[in-house]
């Protein structure tokens, strides 16, 4: 870790907040209004609940930025309450809990990659592909003649998640899913 002014902090960056919680810096704003002193809003976004919040604070006071390890992984398996990944560079392998995980697994197959954010050697996040090719194993059957701007309807994707895709779709169709949006994207062509 290292101390700097809040001034200095740009997007993107993590920072120590109170009681050693870390925030990422989702955007800034530094006002200076005429012969009054500075001001600087900064929205920052837990990295522990995902609450976002507005922070003013004075921009010559100190900081302490946090830098964390981006660590591409391999996720492998389910075992028991937790998913076991292994790191592509070292191939050690590390088992991350059900509870932490939460319902990101939903997108994620065996053998895919994603990136651990580590903090101090913890697990702090998990960096899903934003993009994913799912395969769909439950649907009402397709209507013909059905386009694109009719009602979509509900699916089941291979990994258990359940979107919403267009009437089109049938079982066995790979599709691709936005995981941030938790939304259909489109067909893929195999």
């Known amino acids: 870790m290292a101390s700097t002014k809040y001034i200095d902090v740009r997007k993107g960056q993590v920072i120590v907040g ?16 005429g ?4 001001i600087l809003n900064l929205k920052l976004k837990n990295l522990k609940t995902g609450s976002v919040a507005v ?9 302490e930025v946090a830098y964390l390890d981006r660590r591409n ?11 076991v990944f292994m790191d592509n560079d070292t191939y050690d392998q590390l088992t991350l809990g059900k509870e932490w995980v939460g319902d990101q697994m939903k997108f994620l197959k065996e053998n895919e990659n994603v990136q651990v954010i580590q903090y101090d050697g913890k697990p702090i996040s998990l960096d899903l592909p934003k993009t994913v090719e799912l395969k ?10 059905a386009t694109a701007a009719a009602q979509y309807k509900p699916a089941t994707l291979e990994t258990g998640a359940k979107i919403t895709v ?11 899913v936005d995981t941030e949006e938790e939304k259909y994207l489109g ?4």
């Open 166 to 176: 267009p009437p089109f779709i049938s079982i066995g169709d790979v599709i691709q």
């Open 73 to 83: 992984m391999q996720y492998l398996y389910a075992e028991g309450d937790g998913y």
């Open 18 to 33: 109170e009681g050693g919680q870390l925030f990422t810096v989702v955007d800034r704003e530094h006002i200076t209004p």
């Open 136 to 145: 769909v194993i439950d649907t009402e059957p397709s209507v013909k003649g």
């Open 187 to 190: 067909r893929v062509n195999k």
């Open 55 to 63: 922070n003013r604070v004075k921009p010559d006071d100190k900081v």
């Open 35 to 38: 012969n009054w002193r500075a």
